[in-house]
C-alpha cells in the first residue's frame, strides 16, 4: 500500500471548537489565530475572484488581493480566463492594479520585463546584464494560479494540490445551476468596510433569528397564519406579500428587483381562497409564472420558477466557504463576498444580480469605492446589520463574556463553518476536507448542527 504523505502536516488546532454550539470569542481577534488562517485556511481554498463581465474581452484583467498576495484574473480568450500571480519576474514588482486591458502584455513599470497576456515573458530589457542561470526561460514567466470559471465568476485557488474548483463548491454550484445564475448581470457593486473579524461579518447573513429583531420594517402583518383560520383575509394577505416585496427591495436596494414588485403589483386584484395555506401556494405560483414569463418576453434566460419550486430547488439562499453566497429572490439575487484585511477588519462587497437580454449584456461596473458601516447610502437592512456588527465585535472583548452560545436548530451553520475551518487549520488532507464542504456549501438558513465527519481526527 502507497501511503503519501500529506502537505500539510495535522496539528492541534488552538482555540478549537470543543463543544459544538459554542464558539471561542477569541476566534474572532486572536493574532495567533488568526495567523494560522491566513497560512493554511485561505491559500488551500477556492476564492471567487471576479465576475466575468468584469472582463468581458480577450486582454481584460482584473486584480484580485486576498491578505498579503495579489493575482492577475486575465481573459486570453473568448473562452479562457487564467491567472497569475501579480508579480515581476525580475524584483517582484506588483505588475497591474485594480482593472484594464493589456492588449499587448504585461510591461513592467519598473525596468521593463514582458509580458504576454499568457504569462510568457516577451522581454528583458538589457538581457547581456544578467547571467545564464537568471535568464533560465523556464523560471521568467509569470507563475500561474489554479484559475476556473463557473456561475459568470472566475475563481482562484493557491494551492496547486486542491481538487478542481466544482468538487469543493457542491452542492452551492448545482443549486445555483438550477437558478441560471450564469445568465444574471450586475446591476451595481458595493463595498463595505467592516471593523470586524471576517467570520463574524458573514455570520451576520447567514441565519434568519435575527430578521424580526434587527429588521423590524420585516414584522408585515397579514403575511403569517392567522391564530383562527377563520380570520384569514386573503386581501390583507396580497398587501402584506406586497408591503414586504417592497421593503426587500427598497431596503436591499434592488434584493426583490423593481421589476419583479411591479409584476407582483399587477397581480394585486387575483381572487384567492379563504385559506392561508392554499392562498400562498396560489400566490406564489402565480408570482412565479408572472415572472418567469416577463423576463422571457424581455429576452431574458430565466428558468421556470415554479418548476424550481416543484424540485424543492428554490432555496432563497447558497452559501459557497469559506467567502462568498448568493440570495436569489425571484428574477434577481443578491452576491456576498468577505475579505479579511486584519484580525478585526473585513471587506464585504454586495452586488445586485439581475435579468439582462441575451442580446444586450450589462458593461461591467466600475470598481466600489469601499464605504464605511455607517455611510448614510447603505440601503436601510444592510445599514441595520452593519449597525450591529461593530457592536458585536467591541462586546466579544468584555471580560464577563467566553463564547458565544448557538441555537443548535437555527445557528448550526455558524459552528459547521467553524468546525470546517479548524479542520483546514489542522492541516487535514485536502480529500478529508472536501469530504466536509458540501455540509457548509448549501442553505445556511435554519440550519442545524451537523456532524462534520473529520472532527475526531483533527485533534
Ligand atoms: S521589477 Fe519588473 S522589470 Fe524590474
Ligand atoms: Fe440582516
Redesign the pocket.
Known amino acids: 500500500m502507497t501511503v503519501t504523505a500529506p502537505k500539510w502536516p495535522t496539528r492541534p488546532v488552538p482555540l478549537a471548537i470543543e463543544v459544538p454550539d459554542r464558539v471561542p470569542k477569541q476566534r474572532y481577534y486572536d493574532a495567533e489565530f488568526y495567523r494560522l488562517e491566513t497560512e493554511l485556511l485561505w491559500p488551500r481554498v477556492w476564492q471567487m475572484a471576479c465576475r466575468l463581465e468584469e472582463i468581458p474581452h480577450p486582454g481584460d484583467f482584473s486584480e484580485y488581493r486576498i491578505l498579503d498576495q495579489s493575482v492577475v484574473v486575465v481573459r486570453t480568450s473568448t473562452s479562457e480566463v487564467r491567472a497569475f500571480h501579480n508579480t515581476?519576474r525580475?524584483?517582484?514588482?506588483r505588475l497591474v492594479e485594480g482593472r484594464g486591458t493589456c492588449s499587448g502584455g504585461f510591461v513592467?513599470p519598473?525596468?521593463?520585463?514582458c509580458y504576454g497576456p499568457d504569462g510568457r515573458n516577451t522581454k528583458v530589457?538589457q538581457a547581456r546584464a544578467f547571467s545564464e542561470p537568471n535568464l533560465d526561460p523556464s523560471e521568467l514567466d509569470l507563475v500561474p494560479v489554479r484559475c476556473e470559471t463557473w456561475g459568470a465568476c472566475a475563481w482562484i485557488n493557491l494551492d496547486d494540490a486542491a481538487p478542481p474548483l466544482r468538487a469543493c463548491i457542491e452542492p452551492f454550484a448545482t443549486i445555483l445551476d438550477a437558478w441560471q445564475v450564469d445568465s444574471l448581470g450586475a446591476e451595481w457593486w458595493y463595498a463595505c468596510r467592516l471593523p470586524v473579524n471576517w467570520k463574524l461579518a458573514q455570520e451576520a447573513f447567514v441565519e434568519q433569528y435575527h430578521v424580526l429583531e434587527a429588521h423590524p420594517q420585516l414584522r408585515i402583518p397579514g403575511r403569517l397564519p392567522p391564530r383562527n383560520p377563520d380570520e384569514f383575509d386573503p386581501e390583507a394577505f396580497v398587501q402584506g406579500e406586497l408591503r414586504y416585496l417592497r421593503a426587500m427591495s427598497e431596503g436591499m436596494g434592488g434584493m426583490v428587483h423593481a421589476r419583479d414588485v411591479a409584476i407582483a403589483e399587477s397581480l394585486a386584484g387575483t381572487e384567492l381562497p379563504h385559506d392561508y395555506g392554499q392562498a400562498r401556494v396560489q400566490w406564489e405560483r402565480g408570482l412565479n409564472d408572472a415572472v418567469s414569463g416577463a423576463h422571457r418576453a424581455r429576452g431574458c434566460t430565466i428558468p421556470d420558477l415554479n418548476d424550481l419550486a416543484d424540485r424543492g430547488q428554490n432555496d432563497p439562499m447558497a452559501y459557497c466557504f469559506p467567502h462568498y453566497f448568493v440570495l436569489p429572490m425571484y428574477s434577481s439575487a443578491s452576491a456576498y463576498r468577505f475579505r479579511p484585511l486584519g484580525p478585526e477588519d473585513t471587506l464585504m462587497e454586495i452586488w445586485s444580480l439581475t435579468r439582462f437580454p441575451d442580446d444586450a449584456p450589462p458593461p461591467p461596473l466600475p470598481v466600489p469605492d469601499w464605504w464605511a458601516h455607517d455611510d448614510p447610502r447603505w440601503p436601510a437592512i444592510p445599514a441595520q446589520d452593519f449597525s450591529n456588527l461593530p457592536r458585536q465585535q467591541q462586546g466579544l472583548h468584555s471580560r464577563s463574556f467566553e463564547y458565544m452560545r448557538l441555537g443548535e436548530r437555527n445557528e448550526g451553520h455558524i459552528s459547521n463553518f467553524h468546525r470546517v475551518i479548524d479542520g483546514y487549520l489542522a492541516g487535514l488532507s485536502h480529500e478529508t476536507l472536501t469530504s466536509a464542504l458540501p455540509k457548509v456549501n448549501l442553505n445556511p438558513l435554519e440550519m442545524p448542527i451537523v456532524e462534520i465527519d473529520f472532527a475526531g481526527s483533527a485533534r
Open positions: 515581476c525580475h524584483r517582484g514588482v513592467c519598473f525596468h521593463g520585463w530589457t
